[in-house]
């Protein structure tokens, strides 16, 4: 299974984002390209502990969907609903330039994967806790879920 901290995987990742441009359009949903790359520096911010996103999971998610979603090979579904803190059009960073923020992207999926201090994240907002092993594998799928989006 693929995961950020595998070397492999989180370099072909980064090889895949550097293929986006801020005019591609996607295949489904009504993000843009950049709004996407400030979705994923939201999404890792809220992994990190940084970003405040609302608990909405329940025991069902944290316990039969978080193994369905971690351990089987379903891809996300799509034109699933973007919670607000996440979601660029609500409570979510706006795009300003996109070259900044692809940058601050890269820097945070650094930051994510090589955490000198252990990994204490905050929990998964749908998912409740995550082992670092977790956290990892679900940074590979929503980076390759909104990757997936662009055609990339």
């Not at 595998?6 to 293929?19: A, V």
């Not at 579904?77 to 923020?101: A, H, M, S």
Request: aromatic share 8%.
């Amino acid at each position: 299974m693929k995961r950020l901290n595998n070397l492999k995987d989180k370099s072909e990742i980064i090889r895949r984002l550097e293929l986006i441009e801020p005019r591609v359009e996607g295949l489904w949903g009504r993000m843009s390209a950049h709004q996407m790359i400030c979705h994923l520096k939201d999404c890792f911010r809220m992994a990190l502990g940084e970003k405040e996103v609302k608990s909405i999971g329940n025991v069902f998610h944290k316990t039969i969907v978080k193994w369905i979603a971690l351990n089987l090979p379903v891809p996300v579904p799509k034109q699933r609903p973007t919670l607000p803190e996440v979601n660029q059009e609500l409570g979510g960073t706006r795009p300003v330039n996109f070259k900044e923020d692809f940058t601050e992207l890269v820097k945070l999926i650094e930051r994510f994967t090589n955490r000198a201090d252990g990994f204490d994240a905050a929990e998964h907002p749908i998912l409740g806790k995550l082992s670092e092993s977790e956290w990892a594998r679900w940074g590979y799928l929503h980076t390759d879920h909104h990757l997936r989006q662009f055609g990339v």
